[in-house]
């Protein structure tokens, strides 16, 4: 990305920082293996495939969008993306683990059936879905997603498909637009906007009076989170005031679900979160959950992780 975008490398280090905490020093950790990058047909059509494809240049970074990028190892990102989000929907699938959070960029949602946008290349988690549908014989696969953007792309992807299930909470009015409640496919897409300025007590009135009951009632073989953090009152993309333990209800509300419905069976996916404290608390928040079906104590990343960042920044 170029100097100054939000969607930068700077995320993933300072999850890394998080990771290495000694909070989180027994959680089950392993690096991302590659996916073929073919499986991206999945989800996207040939037109699609190729315009990223004839963008990609041969060193630096070139523009697709004014928002959407691509530099030379692109692929090479998306590809661990998508491998490591396989690597967790196995794990989870051969009860190896419950569940799993995979912590990958370039983000996703946004990239529909035939276009790029909005910093997604590929549609990591609506291409994960359709594998693990045809790799393990799903009937039904849910995905629910929480970041502060609405997922068009992960929409239009699976917007007839009655056997895919999207539900989303999103501020609105917000990029990219869409995500109305009148956006409904073939009764299988959920859409609860949220206005500016939304907290969580009216956030989880959307979830139990919409989203939930839907996932309830489509009863999942498995469940995939758009888990994106920049629905945080910190963010500076957007004008919701969330805080991390919102991200901590959401994630419990969700897994009460799936232990009812799938044997537990959740997978989360990085999406968006741009301010540094804020992505690392929310995700704390959401991995204390989905691993001891609790938030714990609150963790205070301005405390623990500035001071090493900072280092490492003026190393």
Same mark, same amino acid.
């Not at 988690?125 to 014989?137: D, H, N, P, S, V």
């Not at 990343?301 to 001071?307: D, H, N, R």
């Given at each position: ?16 920082? %998080? ?19 073919? @499986? ?10 190729? $315009? ?13 969008? /004014? ?9 090479? =990102? ?49 291409? #994960? =879905? ?12 849910? &995905? ?29 009015? %917000?990029?990219?637009? #869409? ?14 906007? @949220?206005?500016? !300025? #939304?907290? /969580? ?20 073989? $498995?469940?995939?989170?758009?888990? !994106? ?21 959401? #994630? !419990? ?15 989360? $996916? ?16 959401? &991995?204390?959950? %989905?691993?001891? /079906?609790?938030? !714990? ?9 500035? /001071? ?8």
């Amino acid at each position: 990305m170029p100097k100054g975008h939000p969607e930068s490398p700077d995320r993933l280090h300072y999850l890394d920082l %998080l990771f290495n905490h000694a909070q989180f020093a027994g959680f089950d950790k392993s690096e991302a293996k590659y996916a073929d990058l073919g @499986l991206v047909e999945l989800a996207h059509s040939q037109q699609h495939i190729q $315009l990223v494809k004839s963008r990609r240049p041969v060193e630096s970074i070139a523009e697709i969008d /004014g928002d959407t990028f691509i530099a030379a190892n692109s692929f090479e =990102a998306v590809m661990s993306g998508m491998g490591g989000a396989m690597d967790a929907v196995e794990s989870v699938m051969l009860g190896h683990h419950q569940n799993g959070f995979c912590a990958i960029r370039p983000p996703g949602h946004h990239a529909e059936h035939d276009r790029p946008m909005g910093f997604c290349l590929f549609n990591t988690i609506a291409i #994960t =879905a359709l594998w693990a549908r045809e790799k393990y014989g799903l009937e039904r696969v849910a &995905i629910v997603d929480f970041d502060v953007h609405h997922g068009n792309g992960t929409q239009d992807i699976f917007y007839n498909d009655r056997n895919m299930f999207y539900g989303s909470t999103h501020e609105m009015p %917000l990029f990219p637009g #869409t995500g109305q409640k009148r956006e409904t496919g073939a009764g299988n897409i959920y859409n609860a906007p @949220l206005s500016q !300025g #939304t907290n /969580g007590a009216t956030m989880r009135e959307a979830y139990n009076d919409r989203i939930l009951p839907a996932l309830d009632r489509f009863n999942p073989d $498995l469940i995939l989170l758009s888990a !994106g953090f920049d629905a945080d009152q910190r963010d500076p993309l957007a004008s919701l005031n969330w805080e991390p333990r919102d991200f901590a209800w959401v #994630t !419990g509300k969700i897994m009460d679900i799936a232990d009812k419905r799938c044997d537990n069976r959740i997978v989360s $996916l990085l999406e968006g979160g741009y301010h540094l404290n804020a992505l690392a608390e929310g995700v704390a928040a959401h &991995i204390n959950m %989905l691993e001891h /079906g609790e938030m !714990g104590a609150p963790f205070d990343a301005a405390k623990e992780l500035e /001071g090493i960042w900072r280092e490492r920044e003026n190393a």
